[in-house]
């Protein structure tokens, strides 16, 4: 272990820094997955990781990893979270979570080293390959082909709306690595809230029990392409109309179910041939579901497809529904949720068990490794927007709850039990 000046003043300035790299005007960053400020952001962080005696390693999917190995062949505790942003982000989505991982671990490998501590398993920290899925779709790609969820090669083939495509990207910023063979024995991961619940709650640690299930889908409306002037009413087969009509009906889906939340949004529009003098021909949204009822999202996915059908018809326009990413209402390991109580009460630090509604990396590893999800307080719960703001003392409280955590469970020796 070298770089042994630590501690929370270096971790501030550290983040401090990071926020710097692809920083925008209003305070955010724009950090979109294999884009420069992305390659600048990771070689730094491997310079990071590997002066503090981190071995750098990065997989064929981009993830970037550091590796802190105490015990020769055991296993690893896995923390981080991702540093690639929205194209106009706050600067805490993710990579607070990355930079409080690597700190934590690093204050844990200087315990190690000063024999304060006996370790059983290893510590590797992680930078997700394009959790955000702005520039290539879908969100949560290295950690879902890192945890088979996702096919190596249909992550590659993925373009951006240049035509570059994922394994392109990869290869042009130097992050297109070798397969990683980690065996690992739980993930921690922690992030900004994203919502107000913790804030009206007065809590400064959430510990994420579940996530709501989402289904999101790219929905296709194929028309026919005709004058905007000239062309009788009755004769148009408008695509955009047709989409417009479904987004209004999307957002109205919201509304119709008094049993759980439904969120509804469609996000992007893309139209065909886009000419102030052309009907439109073929027009593409995508359209995403989210809830914590599974009963919900069932009856809302079948009730916009159908609602999209009828619109479609009436208006002679053809509609194609794929859907493109999914996943389910699922618990996180409800063993280790006292794990991070104890923890936080150690600390005394007050807590609060909630769900998280957006998706993570964690919300893939939950699947296949015992995984911590913990939160900190984003203010109004404000993000994707470069408004995004977590409190210095929160900040500092969660990375403490790491420290803690990863203190107890690189010594836990109840993993076979989880
Ligand atoms: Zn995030």
Not at 83 to 88: A, G
Request: charged share 20%.
């Amino acid at each position: 272990v070298t770089g042994e000046r630590g501690g929370e003043a270096a971790f501030l300035e550290d983040f401090a820094y990071l926020s710097t790299i692809g920083g925008t005007a209003r305070g955010g960053v724009n950090r979109e997955a294999a884009t420069i400020p992305d390659a600048m952001q990771r070689a730094w962080f491997g310079g990071w990781l590997s002066s503090r005696g981190f071995r750098v390693e990065v997989d064929e999917i981009g993830n970037q990893f550091g590796l802190m190995e105490f015990v020769p062949g055991a296993p690893y505790i896995l923390t981080g979270s991702h540093l690639d942003s929205q194209p106009t982000a706050g600067r805490f989505d993710g990579a607070y979570g990355v930079a409080a991982s690597a700190s934590a671990g690093h204050a844990i490998a200087v315990k190690v080293a000063a024999g304060e501590i006996e370790p059983r398993f290893n510590i590797a920290i992680v930078n997700w390959f394009n959790e955000e899925g702005s520039r290539f779709p879908p969100s949560m790609m290295g950690s879902s082909v890192f945890t088979g969820k996702l096919a190596l090669q249909a992550a590659y083939s993925v373009e951006d709306r240049g035509g570059v495509s994922v394994e392109q990207a990869l290869t042009l910023i130097g992050m297109k690595g070798e397969a990683a063979s980690l065996s690992l024995a739980g993930y921690v991961e922690i992030h900004i809230e994203q919502g107000r619940e913790l804030e009206a709650n007065r809590a400064q640690i959430g510990i994420v029990t579940g996530t709501w299930g989402a289904r999101k889908f790219q929905v296709r409306f194929i028309g026919s392409q005709s004058h905007t002037g000239p062309t009788p009413m009755s004769e148009r087969q408008d695509a955009l109309l047709t989409a417009a009509e479904t987004i209004v009906q999307t957002r109205a889906l919201a509304d119709q179910f008094a049993e759980a939340p439904l969120h509804t949004a469609v996000s992007t529009l893309e139209i065909y041939p886009n000419s102030p003098v052309v009907v439109a021909s073929d027009v593409s949204i995508n359209l995403d579901l989210r809830s914590p009822v599974p009963s919900v999202l069932d009856e809302a996915e079948r009730l916009i497809i159908a609602t999209a059908e009828r619109i479609g018809s009436e208006r002679g326009v053809g509609v194609r529904i794929e859907r493109t990413h999914h996943w389910d209402d699922n618990q996180y390991t409800p063993e280790l949720f006292d794990v991070v109580e104890e923890v936080c009460i150690a600390q005394g630090l007050s807590h609060r068990r909630l769900l998280t509604v957006a998706g993570h990396d964690s919300t893939n590893m939950k699947d296949v490794v015992p995984t911590i999800m913990l939160f900190v307080p984003s203010r109004d719960g404000v993000s994707h927007n470069e408004l995004e703001f977590t409190e210095e003392a929160d900040l500092l409280a969660g990375r403490r709850t790491m420290v803690g955590l990863l203190e107890k469970l690189v010594q836990e020796t109840q993993w076979s039990t989880v």
